[in-house]
């Protein structure tokens, strides 16, 4: 069952939003200052700037692919089910545990206000929120565009309250520990841009994906970049170093500083909300990940159903709950590190899959955003996220190892006995080796996302595509010889004898050309018993002479036809002209492999839709 398409813009732009905005900014830049110093808000902008280059490209194959669980989809449908069943459990896993820390630092703040115990808080706190998504993604979203709404009011009341404050003078020297340290800051802090890029496992939920997608997640990052540098520049301006240095809390006791017991009050405030945000993205997010895979046949199908009234994936949920109420009781420091690595590892895939896509040449990858100036921003992640792998240390790539092999052994165990899935690594192989190594199942099923993202109406015309029949040939003396095989695939149709056919394919077109252009014809004739249609599509790259007039026609469609299908032959000689005449179709036309490809080139062809009514 499909999932229900509730999410419009605001509700992703708070969900983005809700997700980046946690530990990362009210518990991590004391220590991160240790590393940077006071340029330490520099550190936090390139770590922005870098995700914000990065996730151009998530952007990409999210508008392409609107599909439950993200990054994991369009990486297995680039790479392969072997990367996208490693690609899925890591960001599983990464997610479940960046949410466990949200909801851990909730539980503690709830230890210091009433004195329960941090285990016990933290229980309940994720019951709750596996609740709250219980009953559907809609009610959980409008709680997230409420709490980042006021999470980013305070936020920003901080920074204008506590600019006044800022003494320019603590900003000397900028980069006490060289310019190194600003790579190795921005690497440490990266982690709290880490939630945006799993936002995309939740892009099938989003109404108008082609508008919504890119709107939502390209400001929701440019938002938090400035409001991450704006709060770090008035927290290092406003505060004393030797306390920023020693505070596990430097927004809250920087707004002590300058606003007193109501500035402490209102940011300590933020941080719940923060963690709030989080968590319930979090949950949000990760449980998506298993409906994919299961989807996929590398897990269980029984992870994949989904709630009839409330569109809830249950199983999916539980099965989030339950891995991030284990970590719970876990040390998380080494493990949100990890997550930080794994978050970094899937924009280096995410970029490979586009670079790969591309590449690829598959005629229905029909993203509504490109990447500008590509492959510029993919060389430029690539890069960029390598030299932060290399500063955040080997422990956190251990577990993330650690991972990666549990992932390897679901894989082999499991996955690999339950599907074989074609990807688009095997087109640019197959073009290299001219090799036939793929079966278009991986164009046609882009096809049909493009149907469900656009809510296209499949009408009679689409029907008729899809049953078409295809000739793909090489080179065709002339129309006589290209008649005389049309004549006998229709003959072998039942549409009558090929002589006969024949005879009214010429009379025909002595009567009236029917070519369209230099590249296109359309011969059509009525024939055939009462309630019978059909189309053959023909392609011929050396080009069919035929007339003096045309001695190169490459797209050849015979329409052939009862007279009680008079209307359903009129509207698909307008959609075939409509879509022959539309800019780029020649170059398609021939790029695309297969009859397979030549019907999902039709069927994604620009044109006017009418009738619903299938034949």
Known sequence: MELKKKLRFLDLYAISSGAMISSGIFILPGIAFSITGPGVFLAYMLAGLIAAIGILSVVELSTAMPKAGGNYFFIARSMGPLAGTVTGVLSWFALSLKSAFAIFGLAELCTLAFGVNVHLAGYILLTLFFLLNAFGVDLASRFEVLL??????????????????????????????GRSALL??????????????????????????????????????????????????????????????????????????????????????????????????????AS?????????KLIPGFFGRVSKRSGTPFPALIATTLLIGGSLTLELEVLVKAASSVILLNYVLASLSVMILRASRIQSYRPSFRTPFFPLPQLLTLISVAFLIVHLGFEAVEVTLSFIVLSL???????????????ALLHIVE??????????????????????????????VDAVFRGASCLDLSSCADRKTLFSLAAEHFAKEGFGSQAELEALLEDREAASSTVLSPFVAIPHLV????????????????????????????????????????DLHLQTLAAIAQISGSEGFEKKWLAVRGGEGIRNLL??????????ELL
């Open 431 to 460: 073009r290299m080796t001219d090799k036939r190594l793929t079966d278009s199942v991986l164009e046609s099923e882009l096809v049909e996302i493009v149907f469900t993202r656009d809510e296209l109406v499949k009408d009679r």
């Open 288 to 296: 998506r990940y298993p409906v994919a895979l299961s989807r996929d």
């Open 603 to 612: 069927l994604l062809g620009g044109r006017r839709r009418g009738q619903s």
């Open 184 to 285: 190795a800051g921005a690497a440490f802090v990266f982690v709290s841009y880490g939630g945006l890029i799993n936002v995309s496992s939740i892009s099938e939920e989003v109404a108008s994906p082609k508008r919504n997608i890119p709107a939502g997640m390209i400001s929701s990052v440019i938002t938090i970049t400035i409001l991450y540098g704006a709060v770090l520049y008035v927290t290092v301006g406003a505060s004393d170093p030797s306390t920023l240095l020693a505070s596990v809390a430097p927004l809250a006791d920087s707004a002590r500083g300058f606003g007193g017991a109501v500035g402490y009050a209102a940011i300590t405030a933020a941080a719940v909300l923060a963690f709030i945000t989080t968590a319930n993205a979090g949950v949000m997010s």
């Open 527 to 566: 024939c055939g018993e009462k309630g019978r249609f059909g189309l053959l599509a023909v392609r011929c790259t050396e080009g069919i002479a035929f007339d003096k007039v045309h001695p190169a026609i490459k797209a050849v469609f015979f329409l052939a036809g009862s007279m009680d299908r008079r």
């Open 148 to 177: 980042v709404i006021l999470l980013l009011a305070i936020l920003a009341a901080y920074v204008g309250v506590g600019y006044g404050a800022v003494e320019p003078l603590r900003f000397q020297p900028l980069l006490p520990h």
């Open 409 to 423: 052994l679901l894989y082999f165990l499991y996955g690999k006995r339950q599907m074989k899935r074609e990807f």
